[in-house]
């Protein structure tokens, strides 16, 4: 049964930085795109970041390019998302989802990901 689950998420004033791990079960993640997303209170879910089947395609929302980076230990079958220079409007809950069969490519559409874990609560705040 295909599962993820989500950790590392918390309290952290603005400019600090926070892991998040994604840990996969029930396929490896040479069988399927990761992608992170995040939904703030009274707002859509949204992507924020993926990683190909492949692990050499990566892809990010403007609003986090250059502070967040997406990786992956395979042997751990578990995929990160490292976040610095955070910033209060970084708040929501993040969640990993799968894609799978998606070896070459990802993108960060939510509706092309069929496999979601419960969510991390991530909090910016002074």
């Known amino acids: 049964q295909l599962q993820l689950v989500e950790s590392g998420g918390g309290l952290v004033q603005p400019g600090g930085s926070l892991r998040l791990s994604c840990a996969a079960s029930g396929f490896t993640l040479d069988e399927a795109a990761i992608g992170w997303f995040r939904q703030a209170p009274g707002k859509e879910r949204e992507g924020v970041s993926c990683i190909s089947g492949s692990g050499r395609s990566t892809n990010y929302a403007d609003s986090v390019k250059g502070r967040f980076t997406i990786s992956r230990d395979n042997a751990k079958n578990t995929v990160y998302l490292q976040m610095n220079s955070l910033k209060n409007e970084d708040t929501a809950i993040y969640y990993c989802?799968?894609?799978?069969?998606?070896?070459?490519?990802?993108?960060?559409?939510?509706?092309?990901?069929?496999?979601w874990g419960q969510g991390t609560q991530v909090t910016v705040s002074s």
């Open positions: 989802a799968a894609r799978l069969y998606s070896y070459l490519g990802c993108g960060i559409r939510v509706t092309s990901y069929t496999d």
